[in-house]
């Protein structure tokens, strides 16, 4: 049984749009990537996994527990960072951590000192003393600090330097090879890219594309420049499987294609000329995420399997 599923969630805010039969499947133990910019439904669909909202139809499931009915239950199962987190600004960060590690029933203070440690985190500042980097470290040490099930992150590298953004994305390798799932909401498309195992991307509350990275890149047009020795015609490679346009540059000798999908049939047509290089410009999470977005419809936009 995948550890998050939704059948059919759909929650609005009066006429305001949250998101629509929302249809996922989350995998015990990957790291899965939802994805889209402000306003899109990730937040809404994380508040309703944590059972902080209460759909208008359909379910949503953590465990197999109820998220709404099992509330209580789904949250021992859970390390959740919300996108605002904001606690009591008077308490230090080791006071705020002692007492979220309190109440669930006390954690591994040398494993939490390890996670400040490991993020650079001064634990006896005040919350109101910290940068909203340090903030937001605050907040992943408290996700994190009870090696959780599942882990829900909100836009959690928000604040972060690079430096910081790569300790966390250790920190989240490191619990999926432990077993453990995590659920990562971003509009940075390049984080996804490099952490995930699946991604979804959300468009309008509506999911438009769910698979893995790989796949993903797939439906993509790639941009490959060839140059060679001599001249070589566009028409050589026009019906190859995935052109769909050749432009010849300079003398001829250089060619550019954009080809869709697959390259492997490019390359092998390529490999009959004389050549002297091969540039291919391959496609980014932020380019398929654009593409998504440039539609006039979420309907324009093929599903995929999850």
Not at 90 to 96: K, R
Not at 266 to 283: G, L, W
């Amino acid at each position: 049984m995948p550890i998050i599923l939704t059948e059919n969630l759909t929650k609005f805010y009066g006429r305001q749009r949250g998101i629509e039969g929302l249809d996922l499947e989350v995998q015990e133990g990957e790291v899965f990537g939802f994805l889209g910019p402000n306003g899109a439904g990730k937040t809404t669909t994380i508040r309703l996994l944590m059972g902080l909202l209460r759909p208008d139809s359909g379910t949503a499931a953590v465990g197999g527990l109820n998220c709404w009915r099992d509330a209580v239950e789904v949250k021992k199962l859970i390390g959740y960072l919300p996108s605002d987190f904001s606690l009591d600004p008077n308490l230090t960060g080791g006071e705020i951590i002692a007492y979220l590690g309190h109440l669930r029933g006390g954690v591994d203070r040398s494993y939490v000192a390890d996670l400040a440690g490991r993020l650079d985190l001064e634990l006896g500042r005040k919350f109101r003393q910290y940068s909203h980097g340090n903030r937001q470290k605050v907040g992943i040490v408290q996700a994190f600090m009870h090696r959780p099930r599942l882990l829900i992150l909100d836009e959690p590298t928000t604040g972060l330097d690079p430096l910081m953004q790569q300790v966390f994305a250790n920190m989240v390798h490191e619990a999926r090879n432990e077993g453990h799932t995590v659920f990562l909401s971003s509009h940075v498309l390049s984080e996804a890219e490099r952490l995930c195992d699946r991604v979804g991307i959300i468009r309008d509350g509506r999911l438009v594309q769910v698979g893995t990275v790989e796949a993903l890149r797939d439906i993509k047009r790639f941009q490959i420049d060839l140059t060679f020795a001599r001249p070589v015609r566009p028409d050589e490679f026009m019906g190859i499987a995935g052109v769909e346009r050749v432009d010849a540059q300079v003398d001829g000798t250089a060619l550019r294609l954009i080809v869709q999908g697959d390259v492997d049939a490019v390359m092998k047509a390529a490999a009959a000329y004389p050549i002297r290089s091969i540039v291919s410009h391959e496609p980014s999470l932020e380019d398929i995420f654009l593409r998504y977005y440039q539609e006039d419809s979420p309907s324009s936009a093929s599903p995929g399997g999850t």
